[in-house]
Every structure is written in structure tokens, then in C-alpha cells.
């Protein structure tokens, strides 16, 4: 089940536009590799969301910049994580889905609350504890 197109932003009520990310991250959109990308932005308190590359299809839902940073930090823990257990990505999201008693299709970092991204560095930290035992 895809991801509803943002129109109106959870944060503020504004209005979501989809923007090129160079309107963004101007000259640097090139050396983070979203030269050509689009992504969703709140027009009033810059609240955004990006897109699955070459599409219009969110990654997740619209986060505030205190979020996105979470989600940053979530995803580098967690694929550190799995890529240090020999795992591929698809295991990996199978075995967080599980940890996590969400449905495969629901667990997405980039769909994910602050509580829930914490919890998944949490389980990160317990299983590399476990592995380091």
C-alpha cells in the first residue's frame, strides 16, 4: 500500500508542494545524489519528505528537521547494524518487522515517530550486545 501524496503538512497545516531538491540543497543537491530527485516541503515551516529516486513516491511521511535527523541517525545505526550480521537489507527488514511487530510493508525508518526510530537503535545496540557475548 503506497504512501498518500502530502498535501497538507502535520506540522503546521501548510501547504505541501513537491520541489526539486536543488531548491533545497541548491548546488549540493549533485554531491548528495539528488541531482534531478524531487521532494515534498511544507511552504511555511520547511517540514519535507523525500522521494523514491527517479519517482514522485514519498519515502516516508513528512518529518520536521529534529525527525529527519532522528531517521539519519536510525538508518546508519540500523545498516550498520545488519550489514556487521551478515545479513542482507530484505533479512534485515524482516527480522526489524518482526522485532518490532509491525507488518513488513509498515516498517520503513522513513515512516517512523522518534519512539519508534529510538526503539530500533535500542534493538540494534541488544542484538550487537548479544553477538559481542
Not at 514519498?58 to 538508518?75: C, D, S
Amino acid at each position: 500500500m503506497p504512501l498518500k501524496t502530502p498535501t497538507v503538512c502535520r506540522y503546521c497545516g501548510g501547504v505541501i508542494r513537491l520541489v526539486p531538491a536543488e531548491s533545497i540543497y541548491g548546488k549540493s543537491a549533485k554531491k548528495l545524489g539528488m541531482a534531478g530527485e524531487m521532494l515534498y516541503q511544507c511552504q511555511n515551516c520547511n517540514a519535507r519528505v523525500g522521494c523514491h529516486k527517479g519517482t514522485t513516491r514519498p519515502l516516508g511521511n513528512v518529518a520536521n528537521e529534529v525527525l529527519r535527523l532522528k531517521r539519519m541517525e536510525t538508518h546508519a545505526v540500523f545498516d550498520d547494524a545488519w550489514r556487521s550480521w551478515h545479513m542482507s537489507r530484505t533479512q534485515a527488514y524482516k527480522w526489524l518487522s518482526q522485532q518490532m511487530r509491525l507488518p513488513l510493508k509498515k516498517t520503513h525508518i522513513g515512516g517512523f515517530e522518534m519512539e519508534q526510530c529510538q526503539r530500533v537503535i535500542e534493538l540494534c545496540a541488544r542484538e550487537n550486545e548479544k553477538g559481542a557475548a
